[in-house]
């Protein structure tokens, strides 16, 4: 495996490392993406109204408990095509749930004193959202994004079984030819860029979130 990455020829050119890392970031991110605007926008409508909240958790949580190759391979025979959009539509799967989930409970859990206070001086329900109630459960939504990386970031190496590419390629091709060392390095690439990632919004959580709401 030392020898695989040691070696210039594997990390130049179109299948080279630094275009897989690219490929498997942006299939991360384009799900991501999506995930944080369908979960999001529900998450802090349910939360903020107490309304719907039983029937979006626990679909949430049914999605969460699909099989990802399962999934990949439903939305292979429901799209008709063997490209991005399955890929897409079984990242985005396990994307919502996490997301969707932390968001609620951050706005649920928000002290009903504190929004009646807020209330009180004449803050209309937009501005009680914005200006308190997000603010307050902003650990808990960067924890949602934070975990549904890991997944999407993880599950993304299933791409290469639909012939696209990303870090995937390397596991998929490597068992294939029984080339170990090229299936170890894809491996472990993907569990650095999780790492990466993880520290990544580790210190966007330090940067967003309120200094009074930091634990010590």
């Given at each position: 495996?030392w ?6 020829f594997n990390?130049s ?10 490929e498997?970031?942006?299939?991360t ?6 995930s944080?605007a ?30 990802s190759?399962?999934?990949l ?13 399955p ?28 929004i009646?206070a807020a209330?009180?001086m ?6 009680i ?9 902003m ?23 639909v012939?696209l ?16 060392p ?35």
């Open positions: 495996m020898e695989y990455l040691t070696d210039s990390w050119g179109p299948e080279g490392i630094w275009a897989r890392i690219i498997h970031i942006w299939y991110f384009a799900a991501l993406g999506i944080a369908i979960a999001l926008p529900v998450g802090l409508r349910i939360g903020h109204t107490r309304r719907g909240a039983f029937l979006a958790i626990n679909l949430g949580n049914a999605a969460r408990a699909l099989p190759l399962g999934l391979m439903l939305a292979v025979l429901l799209t008709d095509q063997i490209g991005f959009l890929v897409l539509i079984a990242l985005v799967a396990l994307g919502i749930p996490p997301i969707l989930a932390s968001t609620y409970a951050g706005l649920s859990g928000v002290d009903p004193a504190t009646d209330r009180g004449g803050m209309t329900g937009r501005e959202l914005t200006k308190v109630e997000i603010p307050i459960a650990p808990l939504i960067i924890s949602g994004l934070r975990g549904a990386t890991l997944q999407i970031v993880s599950t993304a190496t299933i791409a290469a079984l012939s590419g990303g870090l995937g390629r390397y596991v998929v091709d490597g068992l294939k030819l029984r080339d170990f090229q299936m170890f390095t894809g491996a472990l690439l993907v569990a650095l860029l999780a790492i990466g990632l993880d520290v990544l919004f580790a210190v966007l959580g330090r940067v967003v979130v309120s200094n009074g709401l930091k634990a010590d």
